[in-house]
């Protein structure tokens, strides 16, 4: 939604603002809800995959949720902007974030799970940067009611691509979970990787 209105606005050089942190605060809302659930089924996944490790795991990345769904608007902002350049330097950060974090997980002998962890430090780490590059304004937004404006569009435009989405990152995962529940967490992960 961010990425296709953005650039809309763009053309006809209107503010973008609204339109990002309305973005921002929606995502926020319900991002903070999925890492909810995340970390309330830490447990119960764990006992189902018969894996203490996998449960700390999901600990570790429910924060990183939050943050990857801010990160995805500003970088939808970003190439709806035309900042291309931008985008693709954001892009390799979080490439060299990950691989930084794996260093640190490797070099401080830190346990299996807290693999976990990479995706949130990353993600953690690249916000800053990106609300940096976009800077969006939430003095021009706040008390105008520009914002709430764009929640119905932002969930209007979202909810018609909401059940492909999730059928296809489940059909993607599938075999990850089915796995779990047969081999060990080590198999899994080097299955993972490969794919």
């Not at 892009?91 to 346990?111: D, G, T, Y």
């Not at 909810?159 to 990152?169: K, Y």
């Amino acid at each position: 939604s961010v990425q296709k209105h953005a650039a809309e606005l763009d053309r006809v050089e209107r503010s973008d603002d609204a339109l990002i942190v309305s973005a921002l605060l929606l995502v926020g809302v319900t991002a903070t809800a999925v890492a909810v659930v995340v970390l309330w089924a830490a447990r119960p996944m764990a006992a189902i995959v018969g894996s203490p490790e996998v449960g700390r795991g999901l600990v570790l990345v429910a924060p990183g949720i939050i943050a990857f769904a801010w990160n995805k608007v500003l970088f939808g902002a970003l190439n709806g902007r035309g900042r291309l350049r931008t985008y693709a330097v954001m892009q390799m950060l979080r490439a060299a974030l990950v691989l930084a974090a794996l260093f640190a997980l490797i070099a401080f002998a830190l346990p299996g799970y807290a693999v976990g962890g990479i995706f949130a430090l990353a993600e953690l780490m690249l916000l800053p940067c990106l609300l940096a590059a976009v800077r969006p304004s939430w003095q021009t937004v706040r008390g105008t009611g520009a914002g709430r404006a764009w929640w119905r569009r932002h969930v209007t435009f979202g909810g018609r691509g909401l059940v492909n989405g999730i059928l296809l990152e489940t059909h993607l995962r599938v075999d990850v979970v089915t796995l779990s529940y047969f081999v060990s967490d080590r198999a899994v992960g080097i299955y993972a990787f490969a794919g």
